[in-house]
């Protein structure tokens, strides 16, 4: 009879708090991509438009 650590061990190692850190990076990537699609559609400046997606960075990462 195995004990309860049996099954745990054959899990491959998962650190909880680098997946949120992972998901989170995914999260403000694909969020700054779409926004870099929308500003790509207006008619403000490559300048402007840059501006506006560091502001967007720095809101994101709080």
Known sequence: MSDG????NLL???DYQSGL???RAQ???R???TLRG???TS???E???GELLHLFRQQLQG
């Open 21 to 23: 850190r992972a998901g």
């Open 5 to 8: 650590n049996y099954n745990r």
């Open 27 to 29: 999260t403000i990537t």
């Open 31 to 33: 969020a700054v991509e």
């Open 38 to 40: 929308i500003l790509a």
């Open 47 to 49: 300048q402007e438009q």
């Open 12 to 14: 491959p190692y998962r």
């Open 43 to 45: 008619s403000l400046s």
